[in-house]
């Protein structure tokens, strides 16, 4: 794949998570009703989801600058990637498997999204390796 349909496909990858995950954010720090009631059905304390919120907003906000925080940006897919292991686990126990469907879809959004990333940022680790 060359680098332009590479980074086409990151940019609009990015550009949709921040979206989902921004909105997301914002409805947990505003008291949404809807995700509120989901969130607590779940079992979730309503301290955690304004920590969520802002976890998610301030990942959001790292994501969009370009070229720059990339190991911070490791630790925001990571972090994303928690989020959504931990809403899919939730929701099949607590929801049934049909309360999954958004997900699964954010997961595949969110690996195509990431593995482009490592297709345009390949991690050199061998920089930081301790010489004796």
Do not use: C
């Amino acid at each position: 794949m060359n680098t332009k349909t590479t980074k086409i496909i990151y940019w609009t990858g990015i550009i949709l998570t921040s979206l989902w995950f921004g909105a997301s954010g914002f409805f947990e720090l505003t008291t949404n009703k809807l995700v509120w009631e989901i969130t607590q059905q779940l079992g979730y304390p309503a301290h955690f989801i304004y920590i969520l919120g802002v976890m998610k907003i301030s990942g959001v906000i790292t994501l969009l600058i370009p070229n720059k925080l990339l190991r911070l940006k490791e630790w925001v897919f990571a972090g994303i990637f928690f989020d959504i292991i931990f809403a899919f686990f939730s929701k099949l126990v607590v929801l049934g498997f049909p309360a999954t469907i958004d997900a699964i879809i954010a997961f595949a959004m969110v690996s195509i999204t990431y593995a482009m990333f490592r297709e345009l940022y390949t991690a050199n680790y061998s920089q930081n390796a301790i010489v004796s």
